[in-house]
């Protein structure tokens, strides 16, 4: 037996260091942090937690700028998971996270591990999942391999979400040939727990048990956060053995066991082995409690013969957690987890030395400080370049060429606008009985809190076209059009989770996209009452140096305190249609402009956030005050999308009134201006007279009834044509793929 770990051949270890992604100068610093040459399993672990996935080198000086605090955060970025109070003693957590390098090379099970990640990054901290959700971007139809990612995305999606009972209640989606070579999969999970029941993965006491369960280690996703560290080449097909397997069916097994120990006083603490395995796992609870932690590999249940300690350390086999115990807990811990039928197993125990060691068939195969690993780890302050300033269009300027109605239909049945039925049929989106607003019928979804009138919204939202125009105001507005979505719903928004995707930190202008999109998310956080309580990083999304638009995702949660008080989007006959906040006809970035006028240009549209503010403010308190039938924001697409949005929600159509002198037609129907809202209320006269005490400003839009949209030219569009044209695409795009 021996005590010290068997030291690489230098030059070999060197190599090695390159191909598992760390720079020269990172490699020297691992040298100087042991003293020696590493082994291989040392490497493999220094090279995993100084990975961008698992370090965030690059994005850490910015993410700290973000605001993080309110009154209602009980635990903010740093944990598995935020967790917000929402009342009645209940605390809601929720987080997102991206599984995109995986899903671009092996899209079903790359899509089904996002989902089952995520679930246990909430379930870890002691919460039932209640609803998931998802953010997908997807490149040209006609790329190659598109078609076939996107079914086996929105597959693997739905084969987790849906075989795990959690309902997959609202999500977004959209298409552009930016994402050719890296499609987005963004995959949020919100759960329930008591307020003062929360599991936090910081290990404490000297001699505590170490408890691995769940599934047992393959050799499935070895380096899975590595390669998600790195641009793609010509050659990313090889690496499908870094992506990972998935069960639903165990996870499920492992939520109710996890949950059933949670409710006994075991559980010291508690952590998903998610990137990097057992090692990002051990290293964290123990380097947050600052212990140390001794590993016995022998111990680790396998499902493949002959593990090295290498392979066991960096192995991303999926279904896994790791616990801290207290002493005595053992046996009755097992018993919970052999009657789930998982396996349970003692693999170590905590120590008074600050290091990690990892033991295996009598050997020392890493020891490694503790500290260094975390406070040494790399940390860039990259070069930035601001994204140029795009002129701010004159819509008087812009012809139409096509006309209101023929642009409408056009642009209910595009890629970004069309109906995404095709997708969300394939999702359970009503498991558990619990959801109040399925996807389609509002702007975010709603999910009833069991035996409460309580209620959550949720949503995942973000404008990449905007973001690679004016990062900073493209970030502003992701962030303000969720709060404004919850708000459609009748909901408080109280806390953001993000998934900021961009290409690669190391080119100054991608850099500069990343900093002015966080820039702009902590204005509209501060503005709106709104903090990051969780987050994800995912950089390098490039193949072969083309990156994808710089997207932020976030995803937004509220809550009502009774459900019955939250509105849907679809019209009814007989109602006042009222348009809520300022209309300038803002045709730059818009999706008139791409796809009716051809053309993807200008300065997005701005956002003024205490407009939103108020406007948003005004609007909540007349749906809480029950009256306001329906509610739809303004978002892409213009008013009039949203109108007929509106209208084919069921199927009522509505008469329009003639827009305000000196705005282009197609300017004051298409602009994508913010912070608007379209309402149907009984009549309009009192919220108009509302809205001016309230300094909100406000308008007559028409009234809602027949069958079509009747513009003010006396010109009409069937809402029947539009909703064919509207279900018609994505099914059409998927014929026979499957």
């Keep these: 037996m021996t005590d010290r770990p068997t030291p690489l051949d230098p030059a070999r270890a060197r190599q090695l260091s390159a191909e598992f992604g760390l720079k020269p100068d990172e490699f020297d610093r691992v040298l100087a942090i ?36 309110a009154p209602w955060v009980i635990h903010g970025p740093g944990e598995n998971a935020g967790v917000i109070d929402i009342g009645d003693g ?4 929720f987080k997102m996270e991206s599984h995109n390098h995986p899903s671009f090379i092996e899209p079903y099970q790359g899509a089904a591990t996002g989902v089952g990640g995520i679930l246990r990054d909430v379930f870890t901290m002691g919460a039932r999942p209640v609803a998931n959700l998802n953010a997908l971007r997807f490149g040209s139809p006609d790329a190659p391999r598109m078609k076939r990612v996107i079914d086996g995305v929105v597959r693997g999606i739905g084969g987790y979400g849906n075989c795990v009972g959690v309902p997959t209640v609202g999500g977004e989606v959209n298409f552009h040939p930016a994402y050719n070579g890296n499609p987005l999969v963004n995959a949020m999970t919100v759960g329930i727990a008591p307020a003062d029941r929360i599991f936090l993965s910081a290990a404490a006491g000297i001699g505590n048990p170490v408890v691995y369960v769940g599934s047992k280690t393959g050799r499935d996703g070895i380096h899975g956060a590595t390669m998600a560290s790195a641009e793609f080449s010509a050659d990313s097909e090889e690496k499908r053995p870094t992506v990972q397997i998935g069960d639903p069916f165990v996870e499920k097994l492992l939520i109710e066991a996890c949950l059933e120990l949670m409710a006994t006083d075991a559980i010291v603490a508690i952590q998903d082995m998610g990137a990097a395995g057992l090692t990002s796992s051990s290293v ?25 300690a290498y392979e066991m350390m960096l192995s991303e086999s999926q ?26 197993a003692v693999i170590g125990h905590l120590t008074d030395t600050g290091r990690i060691v990892i033991r295996h068939r009598g050997e020392v195969e890493a020891d490694i400080p503790l500290a260094p690993l975390e406070s040494e780890a790399p940390l860039y302050r990259r070069p930035t370049a601001e994204t140029p300033r795009q002129p701010v269009l004159d819509a008087s300027a812009i012809p139409d060429p096509i006309g209101i109605a023929a642009a409408l239909e056009r642009l209910v049945g595009s890629l970004d606008l069309c109906s ?112 990051v309580v969780s987050g994800n990083v995912s950089l390098y999304n490039e193949t072969e140096g083309r990156a994808i638009l710089p997207t932020p995702a976030i995803g937004g949660v509220g809550v009502l305190e009774d459900a019955r008080q939250a509105v849907g989007l679809a019209l009814s006959p007989g109602l006042d249609l009222v348009l809520v906040g300022e209309t300038r006809g803002w045709l730059g970035q818009s999706l008139w402009l791409r796809e009716v006028a051809g053309r993807e240009d200008g300065a997005p549209p701005p956002v003024d956030l205490a407009a939103e503010r108020r406007n ?66 009984a009549e309009a006269g009192p919220v108009l007279a509302a809205a001016a005490a309230a300094g909100v400003p406000a308008m007559r839009l028409g009234r809602s009834g027949g069958g079509d949209l009747v513009l003010p030219d006396g010109s009409s569009i069937s809402v029947a044509t539009l909703r064919a044209a509207h279900e018609a695409t994505l099914p059409a795009l998927m014929e026979g793929i499957g």
């Design 420 to 531: 995404r039925r095709w997708i969300w049929d394939q999702y359970d989106s009503t498991v558990g009985g619990q959801t109040v607003q399925r996807p389609g019928g509002a702007d975010a979804a709603v999910v009833k809190l069991e035996g409460l009138a309580r209620a959550l919204a949720m949503t995942t939202d973000s404008t990449p076209r905007y973001c690679l125009a004016d990062p900073e105001e493209g970030g502003r507005q992701a962030v303000a059009e969720a709060w404004r979505n919850l708000t459609a719903v009748g909901a408080r928004p109280l806390a953001i989770t993000d998934n900021m995707n961009f290409g690669n930190p190391e080119k100054p202008e991608i850099m500069g996209q990343f900093a002015g999109a966080v820039r702009g998310m902590a204005s509209a956080c501060t503005a709106l009452d709104f903090p």
């Design 616 to 681: 948003g403010d005004f609007v909540r308190g007349l749906i809480l005050s029950g009256g306001v039938r329906a509610c739809h924001d303004c978002a892409d697409g213009g008013l009039l999308v949203t109108l007929a949005e509106m209208a084919m929600g069921a199927g009522t159509g509505a008469t329009l009134e003639a827009p305000p002198a000196g705005i282009p037609a197609h300017a004051w129907w298409f602009g994508e201006d913010q912070g608007r809202y379209v309402l149907a209320v």
């Design 319 to 344: 279904e896994r957690m790791l616990m801290i115990l207290k002493p005595g807990a053992e046996p009755q811990a097992e018993a919970i987890f052999r009657k789930w039928e998982l396996d349970f």
């Design 90 to 93: 209940l605390a809601a957590i």
């Design 284 to 308: 964290e609870m123990a380097g947050k409690g600052g212990v140390g932690i001794e590993l016995h590999l022998d111990s680790v249940p396998q499902r493949e013969t002959g593990m090295s």
């Design 34 to 69: 042991l003293g020696r040459t590493p082994s291989l399993t040392e490497l493999g672990i220094f090279s995993v937690m100084w990975s961008e996935h698992c370090s965030y080198k690059s994005s850490r000086v910015w993410l700290r700028t973000l605001p993080t605090k």
